[in-house]
């Protein structure tokens, strides 16, 4: 090859080279700055309590010590707030398993929840990589345990020695079966994990809890159902939030008076979901896929719907007027 024709291809793998540094170069801002608003939309790690559109009261709390933890705790009083209706998710076998896997802001959206958090233990389940999880939205799994919808039991209980606890709704009050010993009547019906809390002390749980800290949703309420919590913890995301144990979990909810809690799914299925001007907000910073603030599809979810009471002071009044 002549100079001036290995010149000129020289300077054209060079053009190129420059094309496809420029390229990377773009692709990495693009990446690292979708990643960075990412970062920026969790949560501030700030301590607050407000009221809700609903009623119910939302309160942060965030940890510096023992471990760095952001908690979300809804609290429904049923003394300022009706709860109008219970929702979770139909079964749906068009694939051959128990659910098709959604997000609970889809949820919230098409039930018109006012609060809404994920719900049971499921299977299959993975992620070994960004790309390579199960399951994606609209793809089939099982829920672990005895589930309920609309008086038909639609998933066995789960032969395995450790016993799930089981939550169901029924005379406008929660409650719990174990596993394999549900009693007649039952409705609706969705199964968690450990019981955290009974008779207001908290439950005996594994030992290898205590340390093991992990984003969490769970319920609880107390003796006379006249308070409902709600609690979602972020975690998985060094330097910002890295959950708490069971044994914590449960002590926050013998702190607020609870009677009872139980342990729902947590990791990268926690989600807290609120209605805010008229439009499902995710409250906290779930992680999926190692992505802040990204949901992961679930089995099924547990809603609310509620209703502000009108104190009986302003009834006279309006009925004066």
């Known amino acids: 090859m002549d ?20 390229l990377l170069v773009l692709i990495l801002l693009a990446v690292g700055g979708w990643w960075l608003y990412r970062l920026a939309s969790r949560p501030s790690r700030t301590n607050i309590s407000e009221t809700l559109p609903c009623g119910a009261i939302y309160e942060k709390l965030f940890w510096k010590k023992p471990q760095l933890a952001l908690i979300h705790i809804v609290e429904i009083d049923l003394k300022k707030v009706d709860i109008q209706e219970i929702l979770t998710n139909p079964p749906d076998s068009s694939k051959g398993l128990e659910h098709l896997a959604g997000f609970t802001t889809e949820f919230a959206m098409e039930n018109e929840a006012d609060l809404a958090i994920n719900g049971s233990f499921y299977t299959p389940c993975h ?28 998933s066995e209980p ?8 089981v939550l169901y709704w029924q005379d406008k009050q929660f409650k719990l079966f174990k596993d394999g010993e549900m009693p007649e009547g039952v409705q ?8 955290l809390v009974w008779n207001g002390v908290a439950a005996k749980l594994p030992h290898r809890s205590k340390s093991s800290f992990q984003p969490r949703t769970a319920i609880g309420w107390n003796e006379a159902q006249s308070k409902i919590w709600i ?14 144990s069971l044994h914590q979990l449960a ?20 989600t807290l979901v609120a209605k805010m001007e008229g439009q499902p907000k995710v409250l906290n910073a779930p992680i999926h ?10 089995p099924n979810h547990l809603g609310f719907k509620l209703r502000r009471v009108v104190p009986h002071s302003d009834k006279l009044t309006m009925r004066k007027k």
């Open 251 to 270: 002590n926050l909810f013998v702190e607020r008076g609870a009677n009872q809690a139980l342990n729902l799914d947590g990791g990268g299925s926690s």
């Open 158 to 165: 789960e032969e395995k020695s450790r016993k799930r606890f």
């Open 289 to 298: 896929r190692r992505t802040p603030m990204k949901e992961r599809p679930v």
């Open 3 to 22: 100079s001036p024709k290995l010149i000129k291809l020289l300077n054209s793998i060079w053009r190129f080279l420059l094309n496809l540094c420029f």
């Open 231 to 244: 609690i979602v913890v972020d975690g998985r995301q060094p330097r910002y939030s890295e959950g708490v």
């Open 127 to 154: 992620t070994h990589r960004i790309w390579d999880f199960y399951p994606q939205k609209g793809e089939p799994v099982d829920v672990f345990a005895t589930a309920v919808y609309e008086g038909v039991q639609y």
């Open 188 to 195: 609706y019906a969705i199964p968690g994990g450990d019981l």
